[in-house]
């Protein structure tokens, strides 16, 4: 049976908390887990492991802008994520398949910090920024 609907990177909403990020052009969450080494005599040849511990990391791109009166209560920007990364605070970052939830919807949460960030800007480009971290916690749901 084929999947019912494919999911477009245009049609992905990255959200700050519950406030959309304004101009968010892609995101990637990467996970991994430590592989703990039990190889002893009794294996054999064979390599031995058993999985440690979860480490995920993720990055935003956007483009660069300012909020205007009209959305700035709406969207966030890069002001915010910078003056996250500068004042050390945990961020609740969320994507998922729309902008507003419905029943069945999958929705990836993950909460940590930002470490890195790069503002852009070129002659005859869109200004652009990107930042990155990693979580504590990420969790896969869906709405009900």
């Not at 004042?87 to 909460?111: A, H």
Request: with cysteine; net charge negative.
């Amino acid at each position: 049976m084929a999947l019912q609907e494919q999911i477009f990177g245009s049609n992905v909403y990255v959200f700050h908390g519950s406030t959309l990020i304004g101009c968010a052009k892609s995101i990637k969450v990467s996970g991994s887990r430590t592989e703990i080494d039990t190889t002893c005599t009794g294996t054999g040849d064979v390599q031995a492991a058993k999985v440690g511990k979860a480490k995920y990391t993720w990055s935003i791109d956007l483009l660069w802008r300012q909020a205007t009166a009209g959305d700035i209560a709406t969207n966030i920007t890069p002001y915010t994520l910078i003056g996250n990364t500068i004042s050390k605070t945990e961020v609740t970052i969320t994507f998922k398949n729309s902008g507003t939830l419905v029943s069945g919807d999958e929705v990836y949460t993950g909460v940590g910090y930002i470490t890195q960030f790069d503002l852009s800007g070129d002659d005859d480009a869109a200004g652009s920024f990107s930042c990155s971290g990693f979580f504590n916690s990420f969790t896969p749901t869906k709405t009900a």
